[in-house]
Every structure is written in structure tokens, then in C-alpha cells.
């Protein structure tokens, strides 16, 4: 299933991607309406209900509403998101102590259908979180300095700025990448070497800017911070759950979802994917799990890219120096990103777990990461396995 509105001869549109924003929403709606406003009403006090330990209680008090009734697309990916979030707050309210074994019908109903019509499962993911924007002044660039969530769950600069971050990446792939993504698959059916060499270089250059922004996460998100809200993004996976949680209204049976990760970033799989770069069965297998968190039209977009031409395959048939240089370029690059990635991981979540002033409400999560994988070692895995793809430069 594709986002609606899609055309068959734009490469890009038909899997629901902007040349804009790329896998994030392009100009998400921000209103829903006036019947869905019980939802919105407790996300604008979300920050307060959470500290009082009242949000529970306010959303025991909601009607199962009228989700059927939503029927544009950008509306349903609203209420998606609103959902996710008052998921979270529900379930993570009192920490791991205080984990719920149930989502209650007046949530779990119109996520789990809503979710359903969307075509990826009821459970906070990272495309949800790409389409938590707004422009600040609609006049301006689409850009970091301009750019403000919708909706803040748990308030203040931190949670803002760790997930504008991350934004502003997928904007830097979208306007300086992407289109050389498609360029080089030309090329390759064109035997053009210059045109793909070139398109490789700019590769390394946006990926260099990606990185850029990786960089600017300190500037406003303090790792103590972080580290207390970040479960608010975990999934049904711990030990805490008992073998997963129940949605009210659709099943009696618990199920086990990952929470929102950038292993299900879109982006960074079209990066891998358009280098070649396989990883090893076990981080593979994780990766491979991540992708059914993703819409489906992005699925199908990276999907294309393993069955379309490869680059790399091409790169060593030319026994071309200069190409196999660029290759080489490309790939580093990405292997410099997971490198600055790592030293986030430890930052954000490694040191902060052994420091007292840090909650240890949470410490199903101290760990691994929201997607539930053992975070350092899987990362430095990918990083490892995309640096042992280096090709050895002709003769």
C-alpha cells in the first residue's frame, strides 16, 4: 500500500516521499476535528498530567471516538500520531513499576484500526515522530532554526530539539541526496562512470551534512533530560510486560512491538541500501524487523533500491580507480556518521545510567535502545560491517 495521491510516473511521489522533507510528512495537518478535541486536550496538558501522575486517570475518562470519521489521509496520520503519544503517556506513566499489561479500548480501538488503514502497526514508530512539525513562520525556509513540534508530550527543549534533529536530517537527504540516488541508478543503466562518480561525491556531501546536524543534538538537548523521557518512546518488549501488552477491544492476546527508533529510519536504510552494504545475520534480522515500522510506500521505495541496478556491483566491474575512489568516499561518509552516532549513544544514554541524579524508574531500558535492541553493540556492528565494504582501489 502507497501514501494516496501517488502517480505512477513520479519516482518519488508514488511511494509517498517528498523531495522536500523525504520520508518525513511533507506539511502535516495540525488540527483534527472539533469531536476528536478530548484527545487534543490532554496532549496540551500532557507535561503537567504526567509530573502529577494524573494522565491515567484522564484518559480513563475518554469515549471510544469516532475514528471512521476521519478521512484524509493527513488527518488519520494526525490522529496516529495524538494516539501514539497518548499511548505512551498511559502506558509509561509510573515508570517500569507501574507498566500497564493493557492499553484501554478507548485508546487501542482507533489506533489499532486507524493503524490498520495506514498499513504499519499500532506502536510509536520514527515516520510518527517525522510528522510531529511546524513551521514556526510559514513564510520562512523549511529549516532547523524554523521549525517547532506540534505536540510535546512531556515539554520543554529537550524533547523538542531531540527529535528537530533528526528532522532536519531527513531534510538534508531529501534535498541532497535523494536526487542522486536517482541519478546514479541512470547512470548505471547508462554505463555513465562521470555522471555516477559524481553522484557519489554529493552522496559523501550530504551524508557529511546529516552528520553536521548529528552534531548540533548538544546545543538543546541536555543528556540527563533525555534520559528521563526516553521511555516514553519504548516499546513491549522488556521483562516488565510479561510477554507483551494487551490492546482492549481488539485482542485478548499480549503482543510485543519495538518502540520508535532510528533503526526504522527510512533514511538510513536507503543509505545502506544504496551502497550495497549487507550486514551480518543478527543485526540484519533486527533491521529486517525494523522495516515493517515503516510506511509502506517507504518500505516499497527501499525495497526497489535492492532490486534495482547496484551500484557497487557495477563500481567493481569498471575496474575504474576514480570510481572506486568515490565509491569508497560515499561509504565512508556513512561509516563516519554510525561513528559519531556511537559517541551519541554514550553520551545520551551510556553515561546517564550511572549517574545517581539520573530516574531509575526505567531500568528495563539502561540498556538497549527504544527499539529494544542491545544499543552499543549493534551500532558498532553496522559500523563495522559499512567500513569492511571498502573496496581495494584497481590497479
Known amino acids: 500500500m502507497s501514501a494516496p495521491n501517488s502517480h505512477a510516473k513520479d519516482p518519488l511521489r508514488v511511494y509517498g516521499i517528498s523531495p522536500l522533507v523525504g520520508f518525513a510528512l511533507q506539511d502535516p495537518e495540525e488540527k483534527l476535528p472539533i469531536e476528536f478535541h478530548p484527545w487534543i486536550e490532554i496532549l496540551h496538558d500532557s507535561e503537567n498530567l504526567l509530573k502529577s501522575k494524573q494522565f491515567r486517570s484522564r484518559v480513563d475518562q475518554l469515549s471510544v471516538l469516532d475514528y471512521e470519521r476521519l478521512i484524509s489521509y493527513k488527518h488519520q496520520r494526525l490522529a496516529r500520531l495524538v494516539l501514539c503519544l497518548l499511548v505512551q503517556g498511559y502506558v509509561w506513566q509510573d515508570g517500569d513499576a507501574g507498566v500497564l499489561q493493557s492499553i484501554p479500548k478507548c485508546l487501542a480501538v482507533p489506533f489499532h484500526k486507524l493503524s490498520m488503514k495506514l498499513g504499519w502497526p499500532a506502536m510509536i514508530t520514527h515516520a510518527d515522530m ?193 570510481l572506486a575512489e568515490s565509491y569508497n568516499k560515499a561509504l565512508l561518509s556513512l561509516v563516519h556518521f554510525r561513528d559519531y552516532h556511537i559517541q551519541v549513544v554514550v553520551r545520551y544514554i551510556v553515561i546517564p545510567s550511572h549517574q545517581t541524579d539520573c530516574k531509575k524508574s526505567h531500568e528495563s531500558l539502561a540498556n538497549v535502545g527504544t527499539g529494544g535492541s542491545g544499543v552499543l553493540p549493534f551500532l558498532k556492528s553496522v559500523r563495522d560491517t559499512t567500513k569492511a565494504h571498502l573496496l581495494p582501489l584497481p590497479a
Open 130 to 322: 517525522m510528522s510531529n512539525y511546524k513551521k514556526i513562520d510559514p513564510n520562512c525556509p523549511l529549516e532547523l532554526s524554523n521549525l517547532k513540534l506540534i505536540f510535546s508530550l512531556c515539554g520543554g527543549k529537550s524533547f523538542e530539539w531531540f527529535f528537530l534533529i533528526p528532522l532536519q536530517m531527513e531534510i538534508n537527504f531529501a534535498q541532497h541526496i535523494l536526487p542522486h540516488i536517482l541519478q546514479s541508478r541512470e547512470a548505471i543503466v547508462n554505463k555513465d562512470t562521470k555522471t555516477l562518480g559524481d553522484a557519489l561525491c554529493k552522496y559523501s556531501h550530504g551524508v557529511e551534512m546529516m552528520t553536521a546536524t548529528l552534531t548540533r543534538m548538544h546545543e538543546h538537548c541536555d543528556p540527563r533530560e533525555f534520559y528521563n523521557f526516553r521511555a516514553f518512546l519504548a516499546g513491549w518488549q522488556s521483562n516488565v510486560f510479561k510477554g507483551g501488552i494487551i490492546y482492549e477491544g481488539i485482542s485478548s492476546t499480549p503482543v510485543k512491538h519495538p518502540g520508535a527508533s532510528a533503526a526504522q529510519s527510512s533514511t538510513l536504510h536507503c543509505c545502506d541500501e544504496v551502497l550495497g552494504v549487507k550486514h551480518g545475520e543478527s543485526a540484519w534480522t533486527f533491521l529486517s524487523e525494523m522495516r515493517q515500522y515503516m510506511p509502506p510506500g517507504h518500505r516499497e521505495f527501499i525495497a526497489s533500491l535492492v532490486k534495482g541496478p547496484s551500484i557497487r556491483d557495477f563500481v567493481i566491474s569498471q575496474n575504474d580507480v576514480g
